[in-house]
């Protein structure tokens, strides 16, 4: 068989065994994503791989470049296509996307083990200076702080459970139809 022979039964098996499988994306004949974990699963990532045109001959050129993977520590992608590089020498010649997927799902856990998530935080310094900074602790709210005035009024209108009236903020009709007509109603 020729290789893309090879390359178009792969892709028809592939097809077949993803299909519906929502972590599976054919981004075109020779390429393709495949998220390994859940969408919520902060040890989730997406694998880019593509075909070159020896492929199965010569291995696949696989990415975790994505944008979804901005979260991965720089070692932990290093680790990741360092184990998949083995996988893809020792299966050099045969279909090897299935087992390749399949390999990186079973191991993911080992693969993540040492995955601390990266968080960038963007801070603005001045209208055209951004300073970025990498953290791993999240901002503590601020609580809104009311003035003693504001404070009373909101007392002056609740009842004895510390309830607002129904309705207490709503429009009189009335007053808002007959109000002042807009500046529209006053030409015609």
């Known amino acids: 068989m020729t290789t893309n022979e090879d390359q178009e039964m792969e892709l028809e098996a592939l097809r077949s065994i ?22 919520e699963d902060s040890k989730a990532f997406i694998l880019d791989i593509v075909w070159p045109e020896t492929y199965p001959e010569t291995g696949p050129q696989i990415s975790l470049d994505g944008f979804f993977n901005n979260k991965l520590a720089p070692e932990t992608k290093q680790l990741i296509l360092s184990k998949l590089e083995e996988q893809v020498e020792a299966n050099l010649g045969t279909a090897m996307m ?44 601020k609580k809104e702080q009311l003035t003693k005035a504001q404070k009373r009024r909101i007392i002056g209108r609740t009842d004895h459970k510390g309830e607002l009236p129904r309705g207490w903020n709503w429009i009189d009709v009335i007053k808002h139809v007959s109000g002042p007509a807009s500046s529209s109603n006053k030409n015609a």
């Not at 519906?20 to 994503?33: A, H, N, R, T, W």
């Not at 997927?101 to 080992?110: G, H």
């Open 98 to 141: 299935y087992t390749l997927f399949e390999w990186a799902k079973e191991n993911q856990e080992a693969l993540m083990e040492n995955h601390r998530p990266v968080v960038t935080a963007v801070t603005l310094t001045s209208s055209s200076e951004v300073t970025t900074t990498t953290t791993t602790s999240k901002k503590k709210e």
């Open 18 to 39: 993803y299909e519906g499988d929502e972590c599976f994306k054919e981004l075109s004949p020779v390429s393709f994503q495949l998220r390994i974990g859940d969408l």
